[in-house]
């Protein structure tokens, strides 16, 4: 495969910043859209569909370097060459032409896309062919095509957030960059954050990972959901660190090699076997964001879109606050039993081919609890939910 390398557009993009070249490798995947059963219940999309592989902002902790999302020898590459899709807008318009409207993962606005515009045209069909887009980004670059946002907007829906850690206030800030060196200052992704909200599209951050020590504090936490709210943002999501297989060991090579001083407490956190955060450090972490962003007027969870048009609106209604629930009852340390009881009628509600106030009109209580995985206790809560969403 001929890759182009492309050092001094990334230098220059990167304020000098770049520490090795870039190779830009062009790729013809057969596919490009994956689709899930149903949307999940943090971002609320069902689809996804990225032009590159790799990425050039190249953060330490990033999960895109786990093997089943980056399934190549060398971890290493991971930031310096770059699979692109050349043929993805093709393959996109393909895959959407058959498929039903709803909420697609779409946008990635490392420095390639400024010679490829994938995403832009990745955009544009969404946009042709009335699908709503959820843009999560690290980079202000999407400021190119808020145009194209906003008449997806109009048309259908689009939502938009930054990956947001830490804020330069806060007092780790310094070291939050070094493992985020190669992506773009955070001052400018709050600085887009209010264009897009000035703009009328919802937008707010994604916090995450929030990295132990490093962004788990109390005063890096609240800068977080201030700076949020006062750059017009609507909602803090948080999440914690996730290390799995080949990117768990090149992220304790990178605390090794260059903050040695963190190691022993990251190791004792994530010992062998561990994948996420233990409970107990993600509720406290958790359960904080939520009283701050009661604090600041926003919210702790990304509001569902509505899309134009859904003949289920109620449904997508009901199974969002059922999964609002779980998300509380996690918070408060609920049985695992009850967790998933409810989150099993959020997906037997969101699966549901009939309209669920249907269904209740023509056959009442009894139609709830012969849903499946509803049975009469879910039934009447969801009949509570039908009484406040309508
Ligand atoms: S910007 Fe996002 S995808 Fe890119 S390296 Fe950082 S965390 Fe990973």
């Not at 790799?54 to 930031?79: M, S």
């Not at 190119?144 to 804020?167: P, Q, Y």
């Not at 090699?257 to 407490?265: I, N, T």
């Not at 956190?269 to 561990?274: A, C, L, T, V």
Request: charged letters at 25%.
């Amino acid at each position: 495969m001929l890759c182009e390398t492309l050092c001094h557009s990334a230098v220059s993009y990167m304020g000098g910043r770049h520490a090795a070249p870039c190779h830009l490798c062009p790729v013809q995947p057969k596919t490009i859209l994956n689709k899930h059963k149903r949307p999940d219940h943090w971002f609320w999309t069902r689809y996804t569909a990225y032009p590159y592989l790799g990425c050039q902002h190249g953060c330490e902790f990033c999960y895109c370097r786990e093997e089943k999302y980056y399934p190549y020898e060398d971890v290493n590459d991971f930031a310096h060459v770059i699979k692109v899709k050349e043929n993805g807008p093709l393959l996109l318009r393909r895959a959407l032409s058959r498929a039903p409207v709803d909420l697609i993962g779409v946008g990635d606005y490392q420095p390639a896309e400024r010679k490829f515009e994938l995403s832009r045209r990745m955009l544009e069909i969404c946009h042709e062919l009335g699908f709503p887009v959820f843009v999560l980004e690290r980079s202000p670059l999407v400021l190119r095509d808020l145009d194209l946002l906003w008449a997806i907007g109009e048309r259908a829906t689009a939502l938009v957030a930054f990956s947001i850690i830490s804020t330069p206030d806060s007092p780790h800030h310094a070291r939050v960059r070094q493992m985020e060196r190669l992506a773009p200052p955070v001052e400018k992704r709050f600085e887009a954050m209010e264009q897009i909200a000035e703009a009328g599209i919802p937008v707010g951050t994604c916090m995450m990972p929030t990295l132990p020590i490093l962004c788990d504090d109390d005063t890096n936490l609240e800068n977080v959901v201030r700076w949020t709210a006062d750059h017009g943002g609507r909602f803090v999501l948080v999440g914690g660190l996730t290390l799995a297989d080949q990117q768990r060991a090149y992220f304790f090579t990178v605390l090794r090699e260059r903050f040695p001083d963190l190691l022993s407490a990251y190791q004792a956190r994530y010992p062998e076997g561990s994948y996420g955060p233990s409970r107990g450090r993600w509720r406290n972490v958790a359960l904080r964001i939520r009283e701050l962003c009661e604090r600041y007027g926003i919210s702790d969870r990304i509001p569902r879109p509505i899309i134009p048009g859904d003949k289920r609106v109620l449904n997508k209604r009901i199974a969002e606050r059922l999964a609002n629930q779980v998300y509380d009852m996690e918070l408060n340390d609920e049985p695992g039993y009850r967790v998933w009881a409810y989150r099993k009628a959020a997906w037997a509600i969101e699966e549901l081919e009939q309209d669920v106030g249907l269904i209740y009109r023509t056959m009442g209580l009894k139609g709830l609890e012969s849903i499946r995985d509803v049975g009469p206790k879910l039934g009447r809560e969801i009949k509570e939910f039908m009484t406040i969403e309508a």
